[in-house]
């Protein structure tokens, strides 16, 4: 272990392990209607969860009502207040999002006695697990936890990294999930050589390619690069190989490996080309 890892290790503790926790089919239990209720109906939507909700009419929040008239699928209303031990039968997450900290506390406990993870809202101390900021486009999601330190401070850094984004990062990594698919029906098998190939391949093809190239893959240019790349000794085309457009970082890149006294040469001529273009079409 050398300096920097020693001083890394040194620094460890005081978080939390963030991990995407699959509650596919799961059972999850909300108690409260509220605002805060519907934002975490909707986190344990995007699971693929089924809910039960548990909640006074009077009290649901608009969001919270629009779920539950949508989402009859996968949500369970029930019009009463929390009633006891009973409404934790063969339930896996709890959640409560109530205004009534005693009554949070009580239904924290009674989960713990059952080893149910719980979060209660706004009493940080209580809770197995936090819910921090997201950042959703397709399969790609970006959690900003504080650790139940300053729940606005995580909104104000996701503001500040959808700026960074482009908008496309899902469809291009929706595009890899689909052609390392294709890539395991050419090469299939769990671990082992081949696997290791396989993970080379798509890592050195990720770190080639830019991300907005993934999103212009279809079936057809899939199967392309499939025999083209790792049907051919395992090489990794380029984009440009495939047929896909010249973008303008390949320029770029093309300008800033070209020495200094010949790229005032390539602007002058670029310049000249156009203002032959502009005479000549003026005096047509």
């Known amino acids: 272990m050398d300096a920097d890892d020693t001083s890394r290790a040194e620094r460890l503790g005081g978080g939390s392990l963030l991990v995407a926790w699959q509650l596919n089919d799961k059972n999850v239990l909300v108690v409260g209607g509220g605002e805060v209720a519907s934002q975490r109906i909707e986190s344990i939507l995007t699971a693929d969860s089924y809910i039960t909700v548990i909640a006074p009419e009077a009290g649901l929040h608009p969001r919270t009502k629009r779920f539950i008239d949508l989402r009859a699928d996968r949500i369970s209303y029930h019009n009463r207040p929390f009633k006891g031990p009973q409404d934790l039968d063969g339930k896996d997450m709890v959640l409560t999002a109530l205004d009534d900290n005693f009554l949070s506390r009580h239904i924290v406990e009674m989960s713990r006695e059952r080893r149910i993870p719980v979060n209660a809202a706004d009493i940080p101390d209580l809770c197995d697990f936090y819910f921090g900021a997201q950042i959703r486009d397709g399969p790609l999601q970006i959690m900003i936890s504080t650790n139940g330190n300053g729940p606005r401070m995580a909104s104000l850094i996701k503001t500040r990294l959808q700026k960074g984004l482009s908008g496309r990062e899902g469809e291009a990594i929706t595009k890899v999930g689909q052609l390392r698919s294709k890539l395991k029906e050419r090469a299939p098998g769990v671990g082992g050589t081949l696997g290791r190939e ?87």
């Open 198 to 284: 396989r993970m080379k391949w798509m890592s050195t093809l990720c770190n080639s390619w830019e991300m907005e190239d993934f999103t212009h893959l279809d079936d057809t240019l899939m199967d392309k690069l499939l025999d083209e790349g790792w049907n051919k000794d395992k090489r990794v085309p380029k984009p440009q190989e495939l047929g896909l457009p010249i973008r303008f970082y390949y320029l770029s890149a093309l300008f800033s490996a070209t020495p200094m006294p010949i790229f005032p040469t390539i602007l002058a001529f670029v310049a000249g080309a156009l203002a032959a273009t502009s005479f000549i079409s003026y005096k047509r």
